[in-house]
């Protein structure tokens, strides 16, 4: 059966509504919309403001917003034309690239979130030996190598043809129950790597952090270096964190339902384990973690609100004084 031409009765014995296919299709756009103008806010953000460019630590997060424009794009782009369609249109090939595309990002996703509290750890713990713990080299060797971690995840399904659409998960999965002798050691291995280590290393990191910041909420410590005194304010790095972590609860509240219902369904030699529309709220909750963040960013963390205020008044003024027709240029925010 040629899978472009593959519609919901092939799949499923039940089927969406068209009330259900309509509000859905307005909920997943929604979603794109908020993913794509707030992550490109804050690569813009960053990219214009000499405050933000200057932290090191702010190349994870435009690392992670690109995995979340990706996702936007060309994830929840795919599964919004499966279900305003009410199939999958688009053939085997882009089948295999979704999925590949989908998991890649969510590796790379967590393995960028830990890499974030290893940097704060070093930041807020060891702040004098920061600058050269932390370079610019290492930092892009971290970022390469969690590319290269979830590119390797994600190419192994697609190699083993594993790979097909799923009605209700509204998107393109592994499919577990027909997988699940070869797959298994596959899931156990990418789950220690992808997700318990990172994870494990997480909760040590912000665990210390925040040992670290409560005793030593009041201090202020002080060295002089030639009668110059030489501040490192704990409770301003604390502040920062916090908001960070507020992405790391917000990013496992979203990622939870997806994982959870993945390692049912391989632990399951059956198919249809789950209620039909538990799978789909597990995919929508999963996407809307690539438009939390730059709201989270723009609520708790003051230099990226004020960043952000920068960027719309400079984009209004010269839009206001633009001829019709004629490009604008931002010059750099400082």
Known sequence: MNLTTIAASDLTPTERSKVEIALLSAFIILIILFAITGNIAVIFAIHTSHHLKEEMSNMFIVNLSITDLTSALVVMGSALVAISTDSWPLGQAWCDIVCAVNYCMIIVSMLNLCFISVDRYIAIVHAMQYNL????????????????????????????RWVKYDYWEAICAIQWHEQRDRALYYVIIAFIMCFLLPGLILILCYSQI????????????????????????????????????????????????????????????????????????????????????????????????????LVFKKILAERAVAPVGHNTNLSELN
């Not at 932390?134 to 083993?160: D, E, H, K, N």
């Not at 110059?228 to 916090?242: D, H, L, R, W």
Request: charged share 15%; net charge positive; with cysteine.
């Open 133 to 160: 713990l932390m370079t610019r080299r290492r930092i892009f060797l971290m970022i390469a190598y969690s590319w290269f971690q979830g590119a390797m995840f994600a190419c192994i399904p697609v190699i083993f």
């Open 210 to 309: 925040l040992k670290f910041t409560k005793a030593n909420q009041r201090v202020i410590a002080t060295c002089d270096f030639n009668t110059q005194t030489v501040g490192v304010k704990y409770p301003t790095s604390s502040k920062a964190m916090y908001g960070l972590l507020v992405v790391v609860v917000a990013y496992f509240v979203c990622m939870t339902p997806f994982s959870v219902t993945k390692l049912y369904k391989v632990s399951v030699a059956e198919d249809h384990v789950l209620p039909d529309y538990l799978n789909l709220v597990a995919s929508l909750t999963g996407y809307l973690s690539s438009a939390v963040n730059p709201l989270i960013y723009g609520i708790f963390r003051r230099d990226f609100r004020k960043a952000f205020q």
